[in-house]
């Protein structure tokens, strides 16, 4: 007897007509025509099945905060620090968790369970570290939250972010932050890289620095911290989040600087959407799955100071992604979608993630028939499975077109599913 069988699913992989047995929160079998029962049977009637999506850089101490003291007018970076850094101290633990919940619950009805927040730790009363850390610990049964302790003004230029810094560690963050391009000087952000990385691997943390935020081709923090996670090892426990200026620098520099990168095994981390509104600029993410970089995706910002839209839904990332580097072929756009599941992954250290038998029982079914036409549709996410249980489901979309007394049912996918009593299709 199992806990839950999903039938007749397709892959990720390609794969068609698979089955999927759940017991004790453990993915137990992966095969056709499984034999048995189950408490709880889906029927995936051939559309995708994944992992839970990963989203590896969201703000969740300032989401849905839009308009609040005003909005961000030009949609830059600095100007939405500037309005963030009046915001913040009036804030409250209580105000931060209650926006930060609500956030992540968009995010799980759309299939996302694993999610890296970025917390500003530059705040002597952690407030923000206190409200997401309780809540990392509430929500564990439905999704796992990781914390960053990120320095958003700066960690050497911030009086006492050093002191917070350390206090955040003995809290239980899980990841050491940085933001090395906004210290006073070039040679400061240096130094703020190595020591935020010395830090992280003295106390067995990952490392996840905001490099480079900015089109200017001579912010070259990227270039430190491949050489720092070179240095000490720490391979894919370090991720650089953005990275635009990357886009702007010289192609001999950059194919050089990209090679070390896949050396180093470390991860980018690349926010479409924000990279569209605050430096009109994305990092080379098609040459750098080509050098051999693992990438992943983040969100990073829903109502906020930096972006006045969202839903929490990386698919909508994922399309940005797609139209925004001009990532046109299959199999780029097939690398996208590994982005936001198997490479996100790796990038958060997610251990038992995947669909094969020992793996953790967490699953996306949705209204698609491949990852190209998910990042095409963002369909319905028909249900979100934890541990083996269902914890969302949504209603397919769909469509019904009238016509001279006939009607069609139009979903969206190719493979449409329609009541054809006519011929005659509205462009005839």
């Not at 890296?116 to 730790?121: F, L, N, P, V």
Request: glycine share 8%.
């Amino acid at each position: 007897m199992f806990d839950l069988i999903i039938r007749n699913a397709t892959l990720q992989d390609g794969r068609q007509n698979i089955d999927i047995a759940c017991r004790e929160g453990k993915i137990v079998a992966v095969a056709s025509n499984i034999d048995g029962d189950a408490r709880d049977v889906i029927d995936a009637e051939g559309f995708l099945v994944t992992p839970p999506f990963v989203d590896a850089h969201f703000h969740l101490d300032g989401a849905l905060t839009h308009g609040n003291p005003m909005s961000n007018q030009s949609g830059e970076l600095y100007e939405g620090i500037n309005i963030w850094n009046r915001l913040k101290d009036t804030l409250t633990a209580e105000e931060v968790k209650d926006r930060a919940r609500r956030i992540c619950l968009w995010a799980l009805a759309n299939g996302t369970l694993h999610l890296r927040a970025q917390t500003d730790i530059c705040d002597p009363k952690l407030r923000a570290i206190e409200a997401l850390i309780e809540l990392r610990d509430e929500l564990r049964p439905l999704m796992d939250l990781q914390i960053v302790a990120f320095p958003q003004d700066g960690y050497l230029r911030t009086p006492g972010a050093v002191e917070t810094m350390a206090r955040a560690i003995e809290m239980g963050v899980d990841v050491v932050g940085g933001i090395p391009d906004y210290e006073l000087t070039a040679a400061l952000g240096q130094q703020s890289v190595r020591e935020l990385c010395e830090l992280a691997h003295r106390h067995g943390l990952l490392v996840d620095m905001h490099t480079d935020q900015t089109p200017d081709p001579q912010s070259r923090q990227v270039e430190t911290l491949t050489a720092e996670t070179i240095r000490l090892g720490l391979g894919s426990r370090v991720s650089a989040s953005h990275c635009p200026s990357l886009a702007n620098f010289d192609d001999y520099y950059a194919n050089k600087l990209m090679a070390q990168m896949a050396v180093s095994g470390m991860n980018v981390v690349v926010c479409p959407l924000t990279a569209a509104t605050c430096w009109g600029v994305m990092t080379r993410v098609g040459e750098l799955y080509e050098a051999g970089v693992n990438i992943a995706f983040g969100y990073d910002c829903v109502l906020d100071p930096w972006y006045p839209l969202g839903t929490a839904d990386i698919l909508d990332v994922a399309h940005m992604a797609v139209v925004f580097g001009r990532l046109m072929s299959a199999t780029q756009q097939t690398r996208v979608f590994e982005s936001i599941t198997y490479q996100g992954a790796k990038a958060l250290g997610i251990d038992r993630y995947g669909i094969a038998e020992g793996c953790n029982a967490d699953l996306v079914l949705l209204q698609a028939r491949n990852p190209i036409e998910a990042i095409r549709l963002q369909p319905p996410r028909l249900a979100v499975v934890r541990r083996g249980k269902i914890i969302a489901t949504q209603p397919k979309r769909s469509a019904m077109l009238l016509f001279e007394g006939d009607e069609r049912l139009i979903d969206f996918t190719q493979k449409n599913l329609m009541d054809t009593k006519f011929d005659t299709s509205l462009s005839n």
